[in-house]
């Protein structure tokens, strides 16, 4: 096993991000209807750099939460025409709840994979 050097930034979609998922679905034609817990099946984990100080990592997941937002919207639709067009702090606060977790182990004994996303 082996520490990894990161912190995980897991995303759950709030009621507002579903209700535009909804909306936008309802917009193309379709009758689906996803729940908050339908939609929250399979949270994304963003690693981020690790800071010592909680604090300090409390900070600098606010520097990536526009990134980590569009990335969200992204995997619903990737036409940003279809976007709410306020994308601000707070929008994504109200629309996103993100737990940070420090403790990344890792119990594979082959190497970390990585690719562009």
């Not at 936008?24 to 100080?53: C, K, M, W």
């Not at 702090?89 to 996103?96: A, R, T």
Request: charged fraction near 30%; aromatic fraction near 12%.
């Amino acid at each position: 096993m082996k520490l990894v050097n990161r912190q995980a930034a897991v995303t759950f979609l709030q009621q507002p991000f579903v209700d535009w998922i909804n909306t936008v679905d309802e917009q193309l034609g379709s009758t689906t209807r996803f729940t908050i817990e339908e939609a929250n099946r399979e949270p994304h984990v963003y690693l981020l750099e690790y800071h010592e100080e909680w604090e300090v990592n409390l900070a600098y997941v606010d520097e990536f939460k526009p990134i980590i937002f569009e990335s969200e919207l992204n995997a619903w639709y990737c036409d940003p025409e279809l976007w709410p067009e306020d994308r601000s702090i707070g929008v994504i606060d109200k629309w996103l709840r993100i737990e940070l977790h420090s403790m990344l182990i890792d119990l594979e004994r082959g190497r970390l994979k990585k690719r562009e996303w």
